[in-house]
């Protein structure tokens, strides 16, 4: 069966999703996108090929709704979209926090909700979407959720009850490290590096990092151990990195990331 797909709050995560849709075969023709403004709208059209429609037209048209408005705007969206959407259409949200029996309730009796967290390398195919079925999702919608996000990245079932925590990992996730890698940077200016040759080196760094945790099979604990010599120079550094307790700062802010994302059920956070 031909799906047509519609992007609702065609924003930073939307696009990337838009664009990993159209990479991996999405015909731009089953491709539909809404925006706020206009000149937003216009500029998805140029650089996509897709249809610009209203929220209500979307509703109308496509038989998957994918809701990537921030988790405030949520409750004014599905306000708008309630008269338009029937219950055969699948309604997949990827805003962080708001449950799925948040939507259930303001759509049409029976409706299909799917939750998903992605997050943003589904730009370079390497997405993290972390998948849960609402009350009335059957394997089915799981399975074309997972059809869509598995196109950009891998994805994973888990119970709705753990998506606030998978939110502070894996969606929240790229934002650590690309804070590692500027402090990182920085510590290359204070010793003596220029800026683009201390970035190169970090990033290197951090590809060569990322592929061997991926591809080695070996525990990070292992990885880590290979590069610690004795009386060497990576251990001076782990020293102060948990003189500085930055093993504990971790935990603490993906346990303050976990609880942001349960302040946000409510869609007015
Ligand atoms: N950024 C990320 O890494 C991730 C974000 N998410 C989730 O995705 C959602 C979007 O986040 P993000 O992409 O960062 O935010 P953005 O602000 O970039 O995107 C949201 C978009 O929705 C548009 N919008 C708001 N209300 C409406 C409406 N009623 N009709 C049509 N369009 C509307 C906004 O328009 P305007 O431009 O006019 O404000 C904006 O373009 C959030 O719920 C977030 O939790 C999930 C995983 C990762
Ligand atoms: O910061 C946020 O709230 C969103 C959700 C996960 C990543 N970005």
New binding site residues.
């Given amino acids: 069966m031909t799906h047509t797909v519609a992007v ?9 999703l838009l664009s990993g849709m159209i990479r991996a075969g999405w015909n731009p023709a089953n491709l539909l996108v ?4 206009p000149e ?1 709208a216009e500029e998805l059209r140029t650089r996509y090929g897709v249809d610009p429609v209203s ?1 209500a037209d979307a509703a109308k048209r496509a038989d998957t709704l994918i ?5 405030q ?2 409750g ?2 599905l306000d ?1 979209l309630s008269p338009h959407v029937t219950s055969d259409r699948l309604v997949i ?6 449950p799925t029996a948040f939507i259930e309730e303001r759509l049409a009796a029976n409706t299909p909700v799917v939750r ?5 390398p589904v730009l370079v195919d390497e997405g993290m979407s972390v998948i849960s079925a609402g009350s009335h999702a059957t394997p089915t919608h799981l399975a074309h959720a997972e059809e869509i996000f598995g196109g950009v990245g891998k994805t994973l079932r888990v119970p709705e009850s753990q998506q606030d925590a998978a ?1 502070a990992l894996s ?2 996730g ?2 650590y490290f690309y804070y590692l890698v500027e402090a990182m940077t920085d510590a290359g200016i204070l010793l003596g590096l220029p800026r683009a040759q201390a970035h190169d080196l970090i990033v290197q760094a951090a590809i060569g990092a990322a592929v061997m945790l991926r591809d080695s099979g070996e525990h990070p604990v292992k990885l880590r151990e290979a590069v610690t010599s004795p009386a060497g120079t990576t251990i001076s550094a782990i020293r102060e990195l948990e003189n500085h307790g930055v093993r504990a700062a971790l935990i603490a802010a993906l346990e303050a990331a976990r609880d942001r994302s349960r302040e ?1 059920a409510s869609g007015n956070g």
Wanted: net charge positive.
């Fill in positions: 609702l709050g065609t924003g930073k995560i939307g696009e990337a809404t925006a706020r403004r937003r929220n809701l990537a408005v921030k988790p705007d949520m004014r969206l708008e949200s990827a805003a962080a926090g708001i998903v967290m992605p997050n943003t939110t969606g929240s790229p934002a946000l």
